[in-house]
């Protein structure tokens, strides 16, 4: 079985914290994580609500469900009964033991108002995302947790790197690991996107038109790290801007699409503050827009964007686990200058991220980069440009040229 790394932040939590929340998208590992704790390291008795009799109990009287457990609870799929979260808090307040329950969900809770009010200061969320490189290659190396090191010191070459065009394209939800064949792995896709869309979305919302979502999904994966335009999207879509929003709000809730808010730091230019948009997983997004190897060789333009969303996962993934509260944002100024992503320190100290498909960077590249050094002064700490080749490159004190796959190397 291959070691999640989210693990350890996981057991440290329940040391500590009365509810523990362990979300992220369907199938991506979290009841596995979670049963393997509770065999071997976490004394807590485990249902899911995936079981229908479980559910019926729970939706019926959720007070009464609760009261029947005399152990610590790990509780799978809580979204499907949200009436638990207000019991929960209920026996929390009476007596914060540590760990008293563990909670997974595959849509996010706490973008239901009432549910995030009753979890508020009671609970540590923690993301579990579909595989990181750095799981599948069995790496101890996180980038992210170097990349503020007043001297950075990065792996060497190696030429046993999986090529990336194959990695974008398997992503990293742990069924597709498995899937020998491209037609193996659409056939997954297809019915994953089916599940997802007529299960957890329609347990979130009871919506109309819930037909019009695989291709407004489609419609995201086509457009990934472009601003997010209502106006464009509705015209593409034929959705209202009324429903349009709806349903962009269920797509996140289900951990499909991933908005990146723009950076907002005391800068003098206008910055542009409207959210750029991504897809969880670069196997999905493969699917979504039907491209393999032969698309991806052809259309410099999307390869780019798509090498650019594959990148930024993985730093969300290695976020997710490192030991520094950490956040990521975009730069864009209305005048033009751009940085894909701001890594910034809870003290205000960041780094900037630039990503190229190409082999070979140059000096222009880091453009970007510069201007945002030059706004943020003493508060600028790096800039990378993260590239698909083998070499480290400094181009100048604080500015380097790193392969992409030092992430996981």
Not at 170 to 187: C, D, F, H, I, S
Not at 284 to 310: C, K, M
């Amino acid at each position: 079985m291959i070691e999640r790394k989210i693990k350890a932040p996981l057991k440290d939590a329940l040391t500590d914290s009365p509810v523990v929340l362990l979300h992220g998208a369907r199938q991506t590992g979290k009841s596995t994580l979670i049963q393997s704790l509770i065999e071997k390291e976490y004394d807590a008795e485990y249902i899911t609500l995936d079981d229908s009799r479980f559910l019926s109990a729970a939706i019926s009287n959720p007070g009464g469900f609760l009261e029947s457990f005399d152990s610590n609870l790990a509780i799978d799929e809580v979204q499907r009964a949200p009436g638990l979260l207000p019991e929960i808090k209920k026996i929390v307040d009476k007596n914060r033991i540590p760990g008293k329950f563990i909670l997974t969900g595959s849509a996010n809770v706490l973008l239901v108002p009432k549910v995030a009010e009753s979890l508020a200061g009671r609970v540590e969320i923690l993301n579990l995302f579909p595989f990181s490189q750095n799981e599948l290659n069995r790496s101890e190396f996180n980038l992210v947790d170097i990349l503020f090191d007043e001297k950075i010191k990065l792996p060497g070459k190696s030429n046993k790197s999986k090529v990336l065009i194959d990695r974008i394209i398997l992503g990293g939800y742990p069924e597709v690991q498995t899937r020998k064949t491209t037609e193996r792995r659409n056939a997954w896709f297809n019915s994953y996107i089916t599940s997802i869309l007529q299960r957890d979305v329609r347990e979130l919302s009871n919506i109309e038109g819930i037909t019009q979502l695989p291709r407004l999904l489609s419609l995201f994966a086509a457009r990934v790290g472009s601003l997010l335009n209502f106006a464009e999207f509705s015209r593409s879509s034929a959705i209202a801007q009324t429903t349009l929003k709806r349903y962009i709000a269920l797509l996140q809730s289900a951990f499909l699409i991933y908005l990146l808010p723009a950076y907002s730091g005391n800068l003098s230019k206008r910055l542009i503050r409207t959210p750029k948009t991504y897809l969880y997983d670069t196997g999905l997004l493969s699917y979504l827009i039907s491209a393999d190897e032969n698309r991806f060789t052809n259309d410099p333009s999307l390869w780019g964007a798509v090498v650019e969303n594959f990148v930024l996962m993985e730093l969300l993934k290695q976020i997710s686990w490192c030991n520094k509260p950490l956040h990521i944002y975009y730069f864009r100024t209305s005048s033009g200058q751009e940085v894909d992503f701001v890594v910034e320190r809870n003290d205000g100290y960041l780094i900037g991220i630039e990503v190229k498909a190409t082999h070979s960077p140059r000096a222009e590249m880091f453009n970007g980069l510069k201007y945002l050094a030059s706004e943020m002064g003493k508060k600028f700490v790096r800039g990378y440009l993260l590239y698909n080749g083998q070499e480290i490159v400094p181009f100048d004190k604080n500015l380097i040229a790193v392969p992409i796959n030092s992430m996981w190397m």
